[in-house]
């Protein structure tokens, strides 16, 4: 049974840091596409990063580009985005998700995506 499982997730005030990671079981994550996605309340869900297996392409949305970083950890089956700078409108619910069988994950298509963690909340507030 493949399960993705984040964590990391907390209250941070502006300018803060946190690291989310995506620990999978059932599975190795190396071989697959890998996605976090965040949705805001009263927000449709938007990507985030993400990696690409195939060539080792990152990519990000516009909003976090030089703030956030993707990495992966093979020994741990587990996806890390590193977030910096953090502002408000970084509140969110944070999901990764990992796609069987996408070719590019950059256009951040979520019906791509097969399996999904149940997500970590991030607060950014004073």
């Known amino acids: 049974q493949v399960q993705l499982v984040e964590s990391g997730g907390g209250l941070v005030q502006p300018g803060g840091s946190l690291r989310l990671s995506c620990a999978a079981s059932?599975?190795?994550?190396?071989?697959?596409?890998v996605a976090w996605f965040r949705q805001a309340p009263g927000k449709e869900r938007e990507g985030v990063s993400c990696?690409?297996?195939?060539?080792?392409?990152?990519y990000y949305a516009d909003s976090v580009k030089g703030r956030f970083t993707i990495s992966r950890d093979k020994t741990k089956s587990t996806v890390y985005l590193q977030m910096n700078s953090l502002k408000p409108e970084d509140t969110a619910e944070y999901h990764c998700?990992?796609?069987?069988?996408?070719?590019?994950?950059?256009?951040?298509?979520?019906?791509?995506?097969?399996?999904w963690g149940q997500g970590t909340q991030v607060a950014v507030s004073a």
């Open positions: 998700a990992m796609s069987l069988d996408s070719w590019y994950c950059g256009g951040f298509v979520i019906d791509e995506y097969d399996y």
């Open positions: 059932g599975i190795a994550l190396d071989y697959y596409n």
């Open positions: 990696t690409n297996t195939r060539d080792g392409a990152t």
